[in-house]
Nanobody
Framework: VQLQASGGGLVQAGGSLRLSCAAS????????IAWFRQAPEKEREGVACIYTGGGNRLYTDSVKGRFTLYRDNSRNAVYLQMNSLGPEDTAVYYC??????????????????WGKGTQVTVSS
């Protein structure tokens, strides 16, 4: 199973991007889906997670109020809308699917399927 993450790019500080996570032959709506990011020389960190129902989401403190995670089950996709981006958001972003329907602890070990990362670069 391979997830496809896309939507990264270069944007100026204060700008917005929308990342997409999609999959073929794998229903995302049956799994909690999370986005992680890894900045240069830093550990990978969990950014946001959405439960299977789509009503509950969790965000790391640094992105609360700026990022919104949501599902489009008709497209079998999960989107991360990122607003008010700053240089500190520069990283490779990964989407991941958990076997659980509720968001597990924000640790890579709880996620079974991963997409290749998409680079987000925010210039100051």
């Amino acid at each position: 199973v391979q997830l496809q993450a896309s939507g990264g790019g270069l944007v100026q500080a204060g700008g917005s991007l929308r990342l997409s996570c999609a999959a073929s032959e794998f229903r995302l709506d049956s799994h909690a889906i999370a986005w992680f990011r890894q900045a240069p020389e830093k550990e990978r960190e969990g950014v946001a997670c959405i439960y299977t129902g789509g009503g509950n989401r969790l965000y790391t403190d640094s992105v609360k109020g700026r990022f919104t995670l949501y599902r489009d089950n008709s497209r079998n996709a999960v989107y991360l809308q990122m607003n008010s981006l700053g240089p500190e958001d520069t990283a490779v972003y990964y989407c991941a699917a958990s076997q659980y329907s509720d968001c597990p602890p924000s640790s890579e070990s709880f996620y079974d399927y991963w997409g290749k990362g998409t680079q987000v670069t925010v210039s100051s």
